[in-house]
């Protein structure tokens, strides 16, 4: 992972337009191929970014070019999409790379990691003529949860949560550009699967394409009937 603290500007060009004023900013490049540029604000969230697969080129900037006047370097980003993400950078103050190995994963608690056996062993809880093809289905940045395919045969990438929020549908968004990325795996849909979902992770789910479902727990074990409920 390569830390870059620099003043900088950020203009992204795609499906619309962005762009973020010289400032102190902190750039972010994994070793998966994604950039993301980060305030000292909101936590997590990134002010802009873009997920692999994508290209990067840095060059020096040129003085001779009105554009590039007190710059230092200019950086540009682009994905399969065309969508673009130039940086330029007029001052840095920390460049430091780290070389951080292979990331042990998510240890799920017991009840999520129950919850993921049982949906596995259940496919009809998604749909009439689901079957199952593996648990923890590696991708280049970690395992998805659960592949199974649907009725018609495609593929169905199944992200598991005991409590549904926002990163775990960000977390779901970049397993499906990846999978969808493989020609042996693509078209490659996405169902975000938990207990309780927070509206706006459903919503931004929504947006994305991706299905969501609420899983009652105690049903899927046999504990409870909806049958056999007064109310």
Same mark, same amino acid.
């Given at each position: 992972?390569?830390?870059?603290?620099?003043?900088?500007? $950020?203009?992204?060009?795609?499906?619309?337009?962005?762009?973020?004023?010289?400032?102190?900013?902190?750039?972010?490049?994994?070793?998966?191929?994604? *950039?993301?540029?980060?305030?000292?604000?909101?936590?997590?969230?990134?002010?802009?970014?873009?997920?692999?697969?994508?290209?990067?080129?840095?060059?020096?900037?040129?003085?001779?070019?009105?554009d590039e006047?007190?710059?230092?370097?200019?950086?540009?980003?682009?994905?399969?999409?065309?969508?673009?993400?130039? *940086?330029?950078?007029?001052?840095?103050?920390?460049?430091?790379?780290?070389?951080?190995?292979?990331?042990?994963?998510?240890?799920?608690?017991? $009840?999520?990691?129950?919850?993921?056996?049982?949906?596995?062993?259940?496919?009809?809880?998604?749909?009439?003529?689901?079957?199952? $093809?593996?648990?923890?289905?590696?991708?280049? *940045?970690?395992p998805v949860?659960?592949?199974?395919?649907?009725a018609a045969?495609?593929?169905?990438?199944?992200?598991?949560?005991?409590?549904?929020?926002?990163?775990?549908?960000?977390?779901?968004?970049?397993?499906?550009?990846?999978?969808?990325?493989?020609?042996?795996?693509?078209?490659?849909?996405? $169902?975000?699967?938990?207990?309780? *979902?927070?509206?706006?992770?459903?919503?931004?789910?929504?947006?994305?394409?991706?299905?969501?479902?609420?899983?009652?727990?105690?049903?899927?074990?046999?504990?409870?009937?909806?049958?056999?409920?007064?109310?």
């Amino acid at each position: 992972m390569r830390l870059l603290i620099a003043r900088c500007q $950020v203009d992204y060009a795609g499906r619309l337009s962005a762009h973020l004023p010289m400032a102190p900013r902190l750039l972010m490049l994994k070793a998966d191929g994604s *950039i993301s540029i980060h305030a000292d604000d909101r936590a997590y969230k990134p002010l802009n970014w873009m997920n692999p697969p994508c290209t990067l080129v840095m060059r020096q900037a040129d003085p001779a070019m009105p554009d590039e006047a007190g710059l230092d370097q200019v950086w540009t980003v682009a994905n399969k999409d065309g969508d673009t993400l130039q *940086i330029s950078v007029a001052e840095v103050w920390h460049d430091s790379s780290h070389e951080l190995g292979v990331d042990p994963g998510l240890v799920k608690d017991g $009840v999520e990691a129950h919850l993921q056996v049982l949906l596995a062993d259940n496919p009809g809880a998604f749909g009439a003529g689901w079957t199952l $093809v593996r648990r923890e289905h590696m991708t280049a *940045i970690g395992p998805v949860d659960i592949l199974f395919r649907d009725a018609a045969g495609a593929y169905v990438a199944v992200e598991v949560k005991r409590r549904g929020e926002i990163d775990g549908v960000e977390q779901l968004t970049r397993y499906l550009e990846l999978m969808n990325a493989d020609p042996h795996l693509r078209p490659v849909s996405g $169902v975000f699967a938990a207990q309780q *979902i927070k509206p706006q992770a459903r919503v931004l789910a929504t947006s994305r394409g991706i299905a969501c479902i609420t899983v009652d727990y105690d049903a899927l074990r046999g504990l409870d009937n909806a049958e056999d409920r007064l109310f």
